[in-house]
């Protein structure tokens, strides 16, 4: 049973930072794809970052590109986020999801992923 388990989210102010981790079991985490998702209310589910842990290659949504940074632990079968120079409109549930046996379309869909985390809320005031 694949589980993936946010964790790090909090309020801060603008300019600041948080790094959010996302600890998984029951899932073939190297060699594969996962990827960091957020949802502010009323808005849709969109994608951040998302990495393939084969070869470290990562990709950005523009939004957050320069100030986030996804990464790994193999080790631990773990997945980060550091989020550095904090934007109120940085403000949303953010979760963590992974690819899969099954899987088509672009990587910042979410539709790409078969598995979801609970989220973690990461609030961010001006």
């Known amino acids: 049973q694949v589980q993936l388990v946010e964790s790090g989210g909090g309020s801060v102010q603008a300019g600041g930072s948080l790094r959010l981790s996302c600890a998984t079991s029951g899932y073939p985490f190297y060699n594969n794809r996962v990827a960091w998702f957020r949802q502010a209310p009323g808005k849709e589910r969109e994608g951040v970052a998302h990495i393939y842990t084969g070869d470290v290659s990562a990709y950005y949504a523009d939004s957050v590109k320069g100030r986030f940074t996804i990464s790994q632990d193999n080790a631990k079968k773990t997945l980060y986020l550091q989020m550095n120079s904090l934007k109120p409109e940085d403000t949303a549930m953010y979760y963590c999801?992974?690819?899969?046996?099954?899987?088509?379309?672009?990587?910042?869909?979410?539709?790409?992923?078969?598995?979801w985390g609970q989220g973690t809320q990461v609030t961010v005031s001006s």
């Open positions: 999801a992974a690819r899969g046996p099954s899987y088509s379309g672009s990587p910042l869909n979410p539709t790409y992923y078969s598995y």
